[in-house]
């Protein structure tokens, strides 16, 4: 036990550069990952800079033309660059991943400890509400989300956010949980702590690490049901840039004579979730002290 | 006059339907049709109140109408026959009476006998709603005076003034004849549920999925209906339903699809497949909504208009939609529609689309709406909404003028276009058989026409209409209705009509007894239609 513990401890001699490469030469899949979703972010945030047309602006002069020195990625049935609209996309896409996964993944944190620390009627509570909640699966909770307060950006962060949320709480109250009963918890309580201040300071710190691990997970997922919805047209609309609309519509339609309208968003969205979710599962190893012994 | 409706009717069939010449096999019993309706479901059942084809394909093989355009003929505007009537009356009282007698022992689908009443009074619900009910269709007869119901087989019509349009507006499919009984105890029994006279009785429906109906044995056109029944199913992505044909999961939609869903099919079925094309009296509409502002002011909805170039987007987008031809309110085959040199002085037709922007730019400069960012409501079909939307969003970017789509399902469009909770609004002026001076009666203030949603006033154009609806001589008429059609787009710039619409139907080879029209809403109840397989 004392020898994991000296493990589990953390190096103050250690720089975080010094981190990150010990990081990137023991999870090479995870770094990967993490490669691919800095691209990802650096294009979204960068759109405006990278991409070589508007990506809204239609061209009829260039229906579905296939890839060329001109349109890379070529373009789609109104002659929109497909390439402007995917560097466009990934901004769309992070920013309901992102949003959703941190107001879903902090609304649970909150929730779980909180029913954790509380116990009784609270606890009972929360949790049947977060068994409904989890009773649908993801993207059954988000259409109905959406079907309730319709399509749009805004509601599409609401809708994914929401079936997020019990999936956060469930396992930070189940760490909490342990938490709980830990002597320093109780010491805390003994000195006439306020709930606030032990649920923030003694409780919410060591429950991080499944956290952060969910929440890098909520991104991916996150950005899978964005895509659902908009293919489903209940996601953005026409004619926001976003990979999921692209897929849906004009790829459809010219799937056998213009592919690339379906192929390249398709791409775009299998390198994000998998980028994401190699970088969450290297987080995982890094964070979990059993995994990191191996 | 006669003479000019005969030649107007002839040119206009031939300019219109490129329908397959009749079958000369013998029709076969059996088997059950399903279809394909491009959209979601429509908010009711009540085919007087409502305006959409979503409603008209799943409930018109249940009912019957006074007359009907000739399903032989269906693209004709002068081939009218009777369904409910016995004979086509000749107009007395110098072109205002019209005296109908009804069929003998036809009954409604629950056993109860049909007469001249229930015929009167579904008419008289139709043109003259009692309160708390709407008529979609009412502004359509502003010539009818009475209807009466002399007795159990006659049914009287009675004109204020003659007028050309009547007989082709009297064959209205959406007309349906309602059970007087039903409605004396409720007037809006048929938003919810099913009960009509015609060759399919109504056997279930699950909203939004699908519409079923089967054979009625007792349908009072001998021999007819073919089929042993239906399922109308619902799918407003056009993808979803050339995949349903080509697996032949459906035999067809009555609609229209792209040219490329097309090409598509016919690559891949060969002969399985044949293709009925026809111009289509049927177009969106760019509308305003002239209770919000900046919308109230002449200037901003100008500007708006001005930056479409129309010609330009004709020529691309008929590669990739339902769309094809540039038109002013009325439909572009008729000899009542605006010429190209007519249209070009109206915002929205500029053949010089920079000058035309330019001055579009102006006049929101003078209205103080520079940078204007607003929401278009708009449908959740693909074909043509969501293309045509998506086209006209690009088009206000070029002035500076943002606009984001607010796409929704059918139900929710109408209502909020009926609820007037939107800015602008992407609708669609679908008519049935051409006849141009009714057709152009939606572009009539709200107040008159219930279903026109750019909720505007304009006693100007009121008064434009009653004059050209009263006026007999048919070249005084087009004279006319250039000074409706200006005071609409130019003086008023109440709503802008899009690109006229052009239909191509798929079907599957094994479907005959069936021709397209120059309307997706006539020739529907599907009694005709026969299985050859």
């Known amino acids: 036990m004392s020898a994991t513990l000296a493990a589990d401890a953390p190096d103050p001699r250690r720089t975080f550069w010094q981190s990150t490469l010990r990081f990137c030469k023991r999870e090479p899949l995870g770094t990967f990952g993490l490669l691919l979703v800095i691209i990802m972010a650096l294009t979204g945030f960068s759109a405006e800079w990278l991409a070589p047309y508007n990506p809204t602006a239609n061209d009829f002069g260039a229906m579905t033309e296939p890839p060329s020195l001109e349109h890379l990625l070529g373009t789609d049935q109104f002659g929109r660059d497909l390439m402007s609209r995917i560097i466009y996309g990934a901004r769309t896409a992070l920013i309901v991943g992102l949003t959703s996964a941190v107001f879903g993944g902090f609304s649970g944190l909150v929730l779980g400890v909180a029913s954790a620390y509380f116990g009784g009627k609270i606890d009972l509570i929360v949790q049947r509400l977060s068994d409904i909640v989890m009773a649908f699966p993801l993207i059954i909770m988000a259409l109905a989300v959406v079907a309730i307060f319709g399509p749009g950006v805004q509601n599409v962060i609401l809708a994914i956010t929401i079936p997020l949320i019990p999936r956060c709480s469930r396992v930070v109250r189940a760490s909490a949980l342990t938490i709980r009963s830990m002597p320093y ?72 004579t213009a592919p690339w309208i379906a192929i390249f968003p398709g791409v775009a969205i299998m390198l994000a ?18 995994l990191r012994e191996r | 006059m006669r003479a000019w409706l005969l030649k107007t009717g002839l040119c206009a069939a031939m300019a219109l339907g490129v329908a397959l010449p009749a079958e000369a096999q013998a029709p076969k019993r059996g088997g059950v049709l399903n279809y394909m309706i491009a959209a979601d479901g429509g908010p009711s059942l009540d085919g007087h109140k409502e305006t959409t084809y979503a409603v008209l394909h799943a409930t018109a093989p249940f009912y019957s109408t006074l007359i009907r355009v000739n399903p032989e003929n269906p693209s004709s505007t002068t081939d009218f026959i009777c369904d409910l009537c016995t004979e086509m009356p000749r107009p007395t009282d110098g072109g205002l009476t019209f005296t109908f007698k009804i069929r003998r022992g036809v009954k409604f689908h629950d056993g109860s006998p049909l007469d001249a009443h229930d015929v009167a009074v579904s008419w008289r619900r139709i043109v003259f709603p009692p309160e708390g009910v709407s008529s979609a269709r009412e502004a359509a007869y502003p010539m009818v005076d009475k209807i009466e119901d002399a007795d159990d087989t006659t049914v009287i019509f009675k004109l204020k003034f003659p007028t050309l349009s009547f007989m082709p507006a009297l064959a209205d499919p959406w007309a349906f004849i309602y059970s007087r009984k039903v409605l004396e105890k409720d007037q809006h029994f048929y938003e919810r549920n099913i009960m009509g006279s015609g060759p399919f009785k109504y056997d279930s429906y699950e909203i939004g999925q699908a519409m079923h109906g089967v054979r009625n044995p007792d349908y009072y056109h001998t021999g007819q209906p073919y089929l042993d029944g239906f399922n109308a199913i619902f799918a407003p992505k056009q993808q979803t339903r050339v995949d349903a044909i080509r697996a032949d999961r459906a035999t067809l939609e009555f609609r229209g699809m792209s040219p490329s869903a097309r090409d598509q099919l016919v690559k891949e079925l060969g002969d399985q497949v044949s293709i009925q094309e026809s111009d289509w009296n049927c177009g969106n509409v760019f509308t305003p909504n002239h209770k919000r502002k900046p919308f109230d002011d002449v200037r901003v909805r100008k500007a708006l208009f001005m930056a479409v170039d129309q010609w330009k987007g004709a020529e691309a987008l008929r590669k990739i939609a339902i769309v094809r031809t540039v038109g002013g309110l009325v439909f572009p085959g008729s000899p009542f529609a605006a010429t190209k040199e007519e249209l070009i002085h109206f915002p929205g037709y500029a053949t010089d689309i920079e000058k035309s922007r330019a001055e579009a730019r102006r006049l929101l400069k003078e209205a103080g709406a520079e940078g204007l960012t607003v ?66 009666g939606r572009y009539l203030p709200h107040d008159i026409y219930k279903e026109n949603f750019a909720y505007h006033d304009d006693p100007k154009q009121v008064e434009i209409y009653n004059k050209m609806v009263r006026e007999t001589d048919p070249a005084k008429a087009r004279v006319l209705m250039r000074a409706y059609e200006n005071q609409v787009i130019n003086v008023g710039a109440h709503q802008l009509p899009t690109l006229w619409f052009y239909r191509i139907l798929p079907i599957r080879s094994y479907m005959k007894g069936w021709k397209i029209s120059n309307s997706h809403y006539l020739n529907q109840n599907l009694a005709n239609i026969w299985l050859d397989r």
Request: net charge negative; aromatic share 8%; with cysteine.
């Open chain 2, 375 to 440: 929401e278009m409501l708009n449908r959740n079909v693909d074909q043509p909404y969501i293309i045509v939307g998506t086209w006209l969003v690009d088009e206000f970017r070029k002035i500076g003028v943002t606009v984001k789509q607010n796409i929704v399902p059918t139900g929710p469009w109408l209502d909020k276009m009926r609820a007037g909770d939107f800015d602008l609004a992407m609708e669609a002026n679908c008519q049935m058989v051409v006849n141009p001076i009714a057709d152009s």
């Open chain 1, 273 to 290: 979730v998998l980028g994401i979710n190699l970088f969450g599962d290297a987080m995982r190893d890094a964070l979990d002290p059993k």
């Open chain 1, 185 to 256: 918890v109780d010491a805390a309580r003994a000195c006439g702590f306020g709930h606030t201040r032990i649920i923030l300071r003694h409780m919410v710190p060591n429950v991080m690490a499944p956290f952060l691990i969910m929440v890098t997970s909520f991104v991916g997922q996150a950005i899978l049901a964005e895509a659902s919805l908009s293919y489903l047209g209940l996601g953005v609309q026409e004619p926001v840039p976003a990979w999921g609309l692209m897929l849906q519509g004009g790829a459809e339609e010219y799937a056998s």
